[in-house]
């Protein structure tokens, strides 16, 4: 990670963030024909092991273009914390030095937990602004469950692909890739 003598980052560095949110976006808006599917678990899970907390830049540009996209309604907000689990997993589990064999399937299952609990993760924020008492809100959850499968096995396949996009981004953040 470059950064200027000021320690902020460099104009290289916010370019890649916003590319990075921007791509997030863009994937998203493709993959919304096929509901709970999706690439962001394998974009967060690679930004983060490459970027390290700085990844929290592209995924809040990511939030943020939903937002300006789709609108700020009820829906988005938990948008603002529904990602970052998934960030903080991956900050750990990108610093334990594992052998790629174990990598591969754990950061598959870590993307599949996080998608099978998305539903889980997003409820306390509905309760709160349809003011469900608790056992409404499991209710909810329960009724969410299977969408929250097809998130988790969409997850699961989608995370196969971390390895080789981290190892990409990593020479990207190297100036190993000439454009």
Do not use: E
Not at 33 to 38: A, G, L, Q, S, T
Not at 89 to 96: D, P, S
């Amino acid at each position: 990670m470059r950064l200027s003598l000021q320690g902020k980052l460099s104009v290289r560095d916010l370019t890649i963030f916003a590319m990075l949110g921007a791509i997030m976006f863009m994937s998203r808006l493709l993959m919304a024909m096929i509901p709970n599917v999706h690439v962001l678990g394998l974009f967060i899970a690679s930004i983060t092991i490459t970027y390290r907390t700085r990844a929290l830049i592209p995924i809040y540009v990511f939030v943020l273009l939903d937002g300006v996209y789709w609108g700020f309604s009820i829906w988005w907000m938990p948008y603002l914390y529904v990602w970052l689990p998934l960030w903080f997993t991956f900050m750990i589990a990108g610093k334990v030095n594992l052998p790629l064999k174990v990598q591969a399937p754990l950061y598959m299952v870590l993307c599949a937990l996080h998608g099978l609990s998305f539903g889980t993760l997003y409820a306390p924020a509905h309760a709160f602004f349809f003011r469900l008492s608790f056992q409404g809100m499991l209710a909810w959850i329960a009724a969410g469950l299977p969408f929250d499968v097809i998130h988790a096995i969409g997850n699961f396949a989608a995370a196969t692909l971390i390895i080789p996009l981290t190892a990409l981004l990593k020479k990207l953040d190297r100036g190993q890739i000439v454009t």
